[in-house]
């Protein structure tokens, strides 16, 4: 299960409240004020770890939730700070604020007519990255604080704060270097199968993605990529037709765009009009998109007919580099694995 967007619930810890006590020892009258202070509540941070690719975790358990600082204690001590909790997240996670304070809250907000309102708090791209997601409570004030000289008894002492809350949401847009780019049935999964460890469900009718699905492609000298196999466009998907954003959204962190079609119009389509359509639907998206290195990648060139169709297809791209491949029969696949090593390859 492929999990790419959600909502969760984030809480830092309260801080611990100060602690009134005098100090009561032997030959020591009237030893005055010793209550100390509460501790500091724990934060809830995100930090990026590229060694997860998906947001499943939280879908198990969708929320992030710090400890309590302890109160504070007599002859001084100060209570013992929360404990922080750190969630991971893929690279590539962008992180929403919604205007909801509980999860409660949020789902009556989404299945309203006025919806929810979310606002972007931070884009997370970089390996090792971390961000303060809700800051701690701080703790109270111990009645030590509150001596003077003429207030030799104080009896005052504070409470910890409460620490930040709320719901936010996380959605997983960069999910891969290269992003596969195709029509249904254009023999994306089975290329991915092939190239990576990957094994999605492969099945000849229409979405049979319907999650994306990501492999990482190993090369010679400990060098990889990753792929991601993204659900089959069609026709309208700028427009949310189908899967639409769904799809769309993914590719845009992919460094490179891999146009997939099948050169054997196995269909009934043509590969020709197959690319201008998707070229098309991604720059009515998103006009940077447009702009991404991209390829074609001519597949099922052990069907009839993909030969001559090879040869129209290059003639009316020149321009374009086009790697002819077999995904079924393994044809091109070295071909296909060196001109990737050289483009986004890169040490794992």
């Known amino acids: ?36 202070d509460g501790g500091n509540g724990g934060h809830v941070i995100l930090k990026v770890d590229s060694s997860t690719d998906h947001l499943r975790q939280y879908h198990f358990d969708p929320k992030l939730i710090a400890s309590n600082g302890n109160p504070g204690g007599k002859h001084k001590k100060t209570g013992k700070g929360g404990k922080t909790i750190i969630g991971k997240v893929p690279p590539g996670t962008v992180v929403y604020k919604s205007n909801a304070s509980t999860p409660q809250e949020a789902v009556q907000l989404e299945r309203s007519e006025e919806g929810i309102d979310l606002e972007p708090v931070i884009d997370l791209t970089e390996e090792g990255q971390e961000f303060q997601l809700c800051e701690g409570g701080i703790g109270g004030k111990g009645n030590v604080h509150f001596k003077t000289s003429t207030h030799q008894t104080p009896m005052e002492k504070t409470p910890g704060t409460d ?49 994306p699905v990501v492999g990482v492609v190993e090369f010679p000298g400990f060098r990889r990529c ?19 954003h769904e799809f769309l959204r993914h590719i845009t962190r992919c460094r490179m765009l891999l146009f997939v079609v099948d050169i054997a119009g196995s269909e009934g389509r043509d590969p020709i009009s197959d690319l201008q359509i998707l070229r098309k639907e991604i720059k009515e998206y998103d006009e ?11 597949n099922k060139m052990d069907v009839e007919g993909a030969d001559e169709n090879l040869k129209i297809f290059e003639q009316r791209f020149p321009k374009i580099k086009v790697i002819p491949v077999s995904a079924e029969e393994g044809e091109g696949l070295d071909d296909l694995m060196n001109y990737l090593d050289n483009e986004i390859g890169y040490k794992g």
């Open 226 to 244: 990753t792929l991601a196999d993204i659900p089959g466009l069609i026709e309208g998907a700028h427009a949310n037709r189908g899967l639409g």
């Open 1 to 36: 299960m492929f999990i790419d967007h959600i909502r969760i619930f984030a809480k830092a810890g309260d801080g611990g409240d100060g602690h009134v006590s005098f100090r009561r020892e032997k030959f020591v009258p009237r030893g005055g004020p010793d209550g100390g």
């Open 288 to 298: 940077e998109l447009s702009a991404f290195p991209w390829m074609v990648i001519a």
């Open 163 to 211: 620490g930040d809350q709320g719901v936010y949401y996380l959605e997983l847009r960069r999910i891969a270097d290269a992003g596969f780019v195709g029509f249904p049935n254009a023999g994306k999964s089975t290329l991915i199968s092939k190239l990576s460890h990957a094994h999605p469900k492969v099945a000849n009718y229409p979405f049979t993605t319907l999650q």
